[in-house]
């Protein structure tokens, strides 16, 4: 008798261990099936023009839509963006491709004006521009609009491969509304919903904080160049 207890015991814990792990497994599933999946679109983003670090010729492109008012994208900026910079971009292997992106109305117009300006007058100057933006964005969200004309001629003096002046002559005549306009094409022409959004190659990340996914992307797009 005590040993069919036992028996009895025993078949009801399995059937309880195997009943935990059914719903596991359907758990797993359900979050697998919800997660997001990486894009693959039929062409990467044509990055002639375009505010460029690195060498143009790198097998690789690692496309940034970002917008200089997104907390997101100066978060991306300071921890994703060196350790691409370091890992991939100082040996030649892939470059960064910055492409405005207006999520922010009026404020993110000047910045993306007052960038295009700054990659005209001077390539390393951009990034020192480029730096600086962010470096002022705001710590915690205001209302009062930070990115005012005043902050960008302090900015672009603060570069000594910048004019100032130009700068700002050609962000109040909009002089490159033009590639801004081009930015927000492409911004529409490949579905950027939020940013930070990034590309590698004609690859959209579903999560552009994964550094595992981007390198394994990045090291895909380097396997595929060379096959």
Request: charged share 20%; glycine share 2%; proline share 5%.
């Amino acid at each position: 008798m005590a040993q069919q207890n036992k028996l009895a015991r025993t078949l009801v814990l399995f059937t309880a261990i195997f009943a935990v792990l059914i719903v596991l497994l359907i758990m797993i599933n359900r979050i697998t099936a919800n997660s997001p999946e990486n894009i693959m679109t039929d062409m990467a983003p044509p990055v002639e023009g375009q505010p460029l670090y690195g060498d143009p010729e790198a097998k690789v492109n690692i496309i940034v839509f970002s917008d200089y008012l997104c907390p997101a994208c100066k978060v991306w900026h300071e921890h994703i963006f060196p350790r691409l910079k370091a890992g991939y971009v100082e040996d030649g292997t892939a470059n960064i491709v910055h492409i405005n992106t207006l999520f922010h109305g009026e404020q993110s117009l000047l910045a993306s004006l007052a960038s295009e300006a700054a990659w005209a007058q001077d390539q390393e100057g951009f990034w020192a521009f480029h730096d600086a933006l962010y470096d002022h964005q705001p710590a915690e969200h205001s209302e009062t609009a930070w990115v005012t004309a005043e902050l960008l001629l302090e900015i672009a003096e603060s570069v000594p491969s910048l004019s100032a002046a130009q700068l700002i002559e050609d962000v109040l005549q909009q002089t490159f509304l033009p590639e801004v306009e081009e930015d927000m094409r492409l911004v529409r022409d490949y579905q950027i919903q939020y940013t930070p959004s990034v590309m590698v190659n004609n690859v959209l990340l579903a999560d552009p904080f994964d550094y595992d996914e981007l390198v394994n992307v990045i090291e895909r797009a380097l396997t595929e160049e060379s096959s």
